[in-house]
């Protein structure tokens, strides 16, 4: 129930290339206070409630919970969500030691803006670097989906 990650800009689009597979995400947030945040999210037509706590000191380190949902109920809860809903593409790039990329590319409100994430088993877990990854932002709340 732990989450470890790490976030970077992206600074071109090669990791295309090296992409394994990608989906559709859409998602909005009934509680984005900083103590707590949920979060409704449909992905290729699954549909999930997320509940993420607060971040470590270092923004590397946060509970996370999450369930799948009906998509009824989640498209119902969207409805209700705070305002700006999120819409992007997400493309999962395999990396070393059974470690993947999950790389982001917001729609509507933040296009332009790629986002590339890493989840760690241990928060110093060493990883290579691609060529396409650029500024970590890791614990920059500018970035995090739950302040856009």
């Known amino acids: 129930m732990q989450e470890i990650e790490r976030k970077f800009l992206v600074i071109n689009d090669d990791y295309k290339l090296e992409a394994s597979r990608f989906h559709h995400i ?20 699954r549909a999930f409630l997320t509940i993420k706590g607060k971040s ?6 946060r509970l996370e919970w999450e369930k799948e949902i009906d998509m009824d109920e989640a498209r119902s809860l969207l409805e209700i969500a705070e305002p700006g809903i999120i819409e992007k593409v997400r493309y999962i790039i395999p990396w070393e030691n059974d470690l993947y990329f ?9 296009e332009g803006l790629t986002l590339a994430e890493i989840e760690l088993p241990q928060v110093d877990t060493f990883f290579t670097k691609p060529e396409w990854l650029g500024k970590e932002v890791t614990g920059d709340k500018r970035y995090y989906n739950s302040q856009m």
């Open 56 to 61: 470590s000191a270092d923004g590397t380190t």
């Open 102 to 110: 999950e790389v982001d590319e917001f729609l509507g409100n933040n």
């Open 26 to 45: 859409i998602q909005g947030y009934l509680s984005r206070v900083p103590e707590r945040t949920v979060r409704i999210r449909i992905i290729d037509g």
